[in-house]
C-alpha cells in the first residue's frame, strides 16, 4: 500500500479551512442563541392565584 504524503498534506490544506469554518459557525450560533435570550428574557410564571 502506498500513501501519497504530498497528496496528503495537500488535504491538510482543505482539512483546517473546514474544521475552521464549523468552529466559526458554531460560535456565530452561539453568539445569535445568546442574543436572544438577552433581547427576549424569560418571563416569570403568571400563575399567582393559589
Do not use: C, R
Not at 9 to 17: A, C, F
Not at 18 to 31: A, D, P, W
Amino acid at each position: 500500500m502506498h500513501i501519497d504524503f504530498e497528496a496528503f498534506l495537500h488535504s491538510l490544506d482543505y482539512m483546517w479551512k473546514g474544521m475552521l469554518g464549523i468552529f466559526i459557525v458554531i460560535i456565530v450560533i452561539f453568539l445569535v442563541v445568546k442574543l436572544l435570550g438577552i433581547l427576549f428574557p424569560e418571563k416569570p410564571d403568571q400563575d399567582t392565584n393559589d
